[in-house]
């Protein structure tokens, strides 16, 4: 049964990159039927989907409209886990994130298994 | 980007009663379609996928059904640990979430 286990800081000031890691347990992150997906939620915006990498012969990744000109998901394979890097942060990305994985192949699918959470405030 | 919207938002229930929540996309996704139980404090935990097949573990008086733009989650008898928030997703184009049915107790 995979496992997800997330790690980062809680607060991040205005400005900032907010990076968080999520290690793997039970998988690979170069699985070629999973994918690593990031995922946010707040009061004002519910459940985001932010964006997931991939690996099927070579890396794959895929972003959120919202969030596309700021967000980076990259795998280390050395380390077996995945993260995450929001530049520019706002008040608004306020929220508690969640890794996430899903076995749809190349196509989306339900998040088998998440990880538990982190709350990321963004203030000075 | 594919909305989802459901009914009703949260809704109060006595243990052993059938509750019925709704989910309706603003197109059609097939059966891309997954439901969530969330509790306080916890990550979603998938219940159901494909609009109708039962996540492994998942109690069988949880079912789904729907097709195109019309989904429904019921639970045949309400137990007292499913009291929580349930979510539906769709898969058919960039993930989406709808905004959460918040069952109480009555």
């Known amino acids: 049964q995979v496992q997800l286990q997330q790690s980062g800081p809680g607060l991040v000031k205005p400005s900032q990159t907010l990076s968080l890691t999520c290690g793997i347990s039970?998988?690979?992150?170069?699985?070629?039927?999973?994918?690593w997906n990031w995922i946010r939620q707040s009061p004002s915006r519910g459940l985001e989907w932010l964006g997931r990498?991939?690996?099927?012969?070579?890396?794959?990744?895929e972003y959120a409209l919202s969030v596309r000109s700021r967000i980076t998901i990259n795998a280390d394979t050395s380390k077996n886990q995945f993260s995450l890097h929001l530049t520019s942060v706002t008040p608004e990305d306020t929220a508690v994130y969640f890794c996430?994985?899903?076995?749809?192949?190349?196509?989306?699918?339900?998040?088998?298994?998440w990880g538990q959470g982190t709350t990321v405030t963004v203030s000075s | 980007a594919i909305q989802l919207t459901q009914s009703p938002s949260s809704l109060s229930a006595s243990v052993g009663d059938r509750v019925t929540i709704t989910c309706r996309a603003s197109?059609?996704?097939?059966?891309?379609l997954a439901w969530y139980q969330q509790k306080s404090g916890k990550p979603p935990s998938l219940l159901i996928y494909?609009?109708?097949s039962l996540e492994s573990g998942v109690p069988s008086r949880f079912s789904g059904s729907g097709s195109g733009t019309d989904f429904t989650l019921t639970i045949s008898s309400l137990q007292p640990e499913d009291f929580a928030t349930y979510y539906c997703?769709?898969?058919?184009?960039?993930?989406?979430f709808g905004g959460g049915t918040k069952v109480e107790i009555k």
């Open positions: 197109q059609g996704i097939n059966t891309d």
């Open positions: 494909d609009a109708s």
């Open positions: 039970g998988d690979s992150v170069s699985s070629d039927s999973a994918a």
């Open positions: 997703q769709q898969y058919n184009n960039y993930p989406s």
């Open positions: 996430a994985v899903d076995y749809g192949g190349f196509y989306y699918y339900a998040m088998y298994v």
């Open positions: 990498t991939y690996y099927r012969s070579k890396w794959y990744d």
